[in-house]
């Protein structure tokens, strides 16, 4: 017992070590170029030229606008961007992927080119060449083409193919590639003005107090106290507010109020008429305004806000999109006629570009970033607070001759939604083993019908969890946590992939219940076909590699040596804790079913090999997943597993039968290393195998014949 609290003292404290110093060198070093090759050089080594082969020169870079323009002698011929000056949509990787996109004059595409990605199947599984493959289907497709992967359908939408088990890479490049192009051609071409956005009617007024308009909806209020927003950074003071005063204690931390300001019947209203028309003429066509006011001890506005200026503490998304808002600089110069703004802590109105492709009569997100300083090795920690603002239909009317732009969904629910039937089958089988372990008492009374059930489960796991559904859980998803944590949690970036955020939050529930086994023991295919490859082992009789209990303990620390050194790899360099990450052999036995090059095979093979002499090897000794879950599974809460006062002394059966080597020779569980495969419960309940069992049903026999032979002998002594 003293041993392993002190392994786990000594791994938590190596662990908590590789973290820190790796953050510690990011805060103090000095800022890294961390663009790739591609990058730094797509200029100067003219690969531009293939994405513009007729064209004679590049032009300086628009700084106001992010882009190249491209010439034929004097004509233009279009524009060069980088994806990642527009958006970020993050890959499975959760990272975005970077790309050269050629738009010609015409809004058509030119050529896209690759610079920089961290896409684990195209860097170490399928190779580069499928996504290269991939971006050049969309030479000669237009920005305003609403292109979709997948087979090709009837209708308006244009169609590129898809890359087999790369699904969610494709479509977060797909969205890059749309929603980047869409934002430079609004910005530098004609005729990619927004369609079909709302237009404010002008002939609808009705007077109103600043009360009936919040009790109406078309102001809207977000209030927050102090407690909540402590509550939020886990009762941790936020970062500038000090101890709490007379006022914190009377006064929320903040009560904001927003509205649209477009619409008469909010802006006359709020601002009078004077400023009203003061404000639509500064607008101009097509651009909105959305006015912010607020009281309490913090602001919506910080204390480096330039004027004229985008806020840092406010967001504003739509459709899932962020959409800039700038400050107007309305009231800063100007008197106030406005009966309200001058009675508000602070009070701005921001401007909404019409590129932007704002309608103010579809639903939109307003979101307020409040920031924590989180001592030496954190700069800050965000947290977002958002509420949501929509206005009546009567306010706005649709030009009926503009084109209408198809409604995008965000990048995961498109997938989602074209993998509807894989999550309806996940969830169903996730439903099943958790009945399996509710009753794992009742049906290991019957082992024939259990050992069914474990071995169908198992085909299911690896065929389809594993090669079919792409649903092999890696450490290079625990690469993605950590990053995230440095970057800010999205919970997009998990849901990019349906199957692996299902399992993901079955299995981080699971460790808290009944610790790592879960998984490993039912929902790993790799472990799956480690588990085959014993019973094969079986089946020709190959003979075990003994090892004994104190050896066993000793190799199963170099799981968590590997994790380990990944963790900190992945904050120095996520690259090189993607090399090294191959230790893992999922993605070649598992992703790419073993269509490899032949280093990789070899690799995958000689595990499956070894686990025919040795139970599940990989698992027990080297795999940097299972030691993760194993730390998180430290604080799972019960101990489902039956044992009897006679486990471990004198009798040793479930030690020997546990072929995964977690049962001590005291007959304790070690729930780190078990994988809960129920084995131990099919002879605990098993009077013909356990041998408490066995002597207690002898000595009931016994019980019962004495009791024959005493009936038996009374009536000759009566008689």
């Given amino acids: 017992m003293l041993l392993g609290r002190a392994l786990k003292t000594t791994l938590t ?3 908590l070590l590789t973290l820190a110093l790796p953050l510690a060198g990011r805060l103090y070093a000095a800022p890294a170029d961390n663009r790739s090759p591609a990058e730094r050089n797509w200029q100067g080594a003219e690969s531009w030229r293939d994405i513009f082969p007729t064209a004679s020169h590049l032009g300086e870079k628009d700084a106001s606008l992010g882009v190249w323009p491209v010439f034929r002698g004097a004509a233009p011929l279009g524009y060069l961007f980088e994806s990642s000056d527009f958006v970020a949509i993050p890959g499975f990787s959760g990272e975005p992927v970077n790309l050269l996109v050629g738009l010609d004059v015409r809004g058509r595409f030119s050529g896209v080119k690759l610079l920089k990605h961290h896409e684990p199947i195209f860097l170490h599984g399928l190779g580069e060449a499928p996504l290269l493959e991939f971006i050049r289907q969309y030479a000669g497709l237009s920005a305003t083409d609403n292109i979709k992967v997948g087979r090709q359908r009837a209708g308006a939408n244009a169609y590129i193919d898809g890359i087999t088990k790369a699904t969610a890479s494709v479509v977060a490049i797909n969205e890059t590639i749309l929603l980047s192009a869409l934002k430079v051609a609004r910005e530098t071409l004609e005729g ?22 919040i009790a109406e909806g078309y102001i809207r209020r977000l209030t927050l106290s102090r407690a909540q927003v402590a509550e939020a950074f886990d009762d941790t003071p936020v970062a500038g507010l000090g101890p709490a005063s007379a006022r914190a204690r009377t006064e929320p931390f903040i009560d904001l109020y927003y509205t649209y300001l477009n619409v008469p019947t909010v802006g006359l209203n709020l601002l009078g008429a004077e400023d009203y028309q003061r404000m639509l003429e500064e607008l101009g066509p097509g651009t909105h305004a959305v006015a912010v006011l607020s009281n309490g001890l913090a602001s919506f506005i910080d204390e480096d806000f330039v004027p004229g200026s985008v806020p840092d503490r406010l967001v ?79 306010f706005f009317f649709y030009d009926e001759h503009a084109e209408a732009t198809p409604e995008r969904d965000a990048p995961w629910l498109v997938i989602w939604k074209n993998r509807l039937w894989e999550v309806a089958i996940l969830l169903t089988s996730l439903a099943m083993l958790t009945a399996i372990f509710v009753f794992q008492h009742r049906i290991t009374r019957y082992p024939k019908l259990f050992h069914r059930l474990r071995w169908g489960f198992l085909w299911f796991t690896l065929v389809f969890i594993g090669w079919y559904a792409q649903g092999q859980l890696s450490v290079v998803n625990i690469f993605t946590i950590f990053q995230a944590m440095l970057g800010g949690f999205r919970l997009s970036d998990y849901l990019i992939d349906p199957i692996l955020f299902i399992l993901w939050l079955y299995v981080f529930v699971s460790l808290f219940v009944l610790g790592r086994g879960l998984y490993c023991g039912w929902l790993c295919p790799f472990g799956a076909l480690q588990e085959m490859a014993a019973w094969l082992a079986k089946k020709l009789r190959i003979p075990q590699l003994k090892i004994t209990f104190r050896t066993h303990t000793r190799l199963w620390r170099a799981k968590y040596v590997v994790l380990i050194l990944l963790l900190g790899t ?35 093979v000689a595990l499956l090999v070894l686990s025919l002499f040795v139970h599940k090897a990989y698992c027990r000794y080297l795999c940097p997943l299972g030691a993760g879950l194993a730390m998180l599974g430290w604080l799972h809460r019960f101990e489902w597993l039956q044992r009897r006062a006679e486990c471990g002394s004198p009798c040793q059966l479930c030690k020997h039968k546990c072929e995964i080597g977690a049962i001590t020779p005291a007959g304790k569980i070690d729930y780190n290393e078990c994988i809960q495969c129920l084995e131990c419960i099919v002879y605990y309940h098993n009077d013909d195998l356990c041998p ?5 049903k002898k000595q009931r026999r016994r019980q019962v014949g004495d009791m024959q032979r005493i009936t038996a002998i009374e009536p000759f002594e009566n008689g």
């Fill in 13 to 15: 404290i190596a662990l």
């Fill in 192 to 213: 990619f003005e927004p369609h079909s956005v709302a237009q404010v009617r002008t002939d609808i007024f009705s007077p109103m107090s600043w009360d009936e308009m």
């Fill in 316 to 394: 504003v998304k739509q459709q899932d999109l962020p959409i800039e808002i700038r400050d107007m600089n309305f009231y800063d110069y100007d008197e106030v006629h406005s009966p309200y703004f001058g009675g508000f802590d602070s009070s701005k109105i921001f401007r909404i570009k019409a590129q932007s492709d704002f309608d103010p009569a579809a639903p939109w997100q307003l979101s307020l970033i409040v920031s924590r300083s989180k001592g030496r090795l954190f700069e800050t920690v965000n947290q977002r607070f958002s509420s949501g603002y929509h206005l009546p239909d009567k």
């Fill in 570 to 604: 992945s904050l120095y360099s996520l690259t090189a804790a993607e090399i090294l990450s191959e230790v893992e052999p999922f993605k070649t036995a598992i992703t790419l079913v073993f269509i490899r090059s032949w280093p990789f095979v070899l690799y995958a």
């Fill in 692 to 696: 408490p069992l066995i002597n207690a």
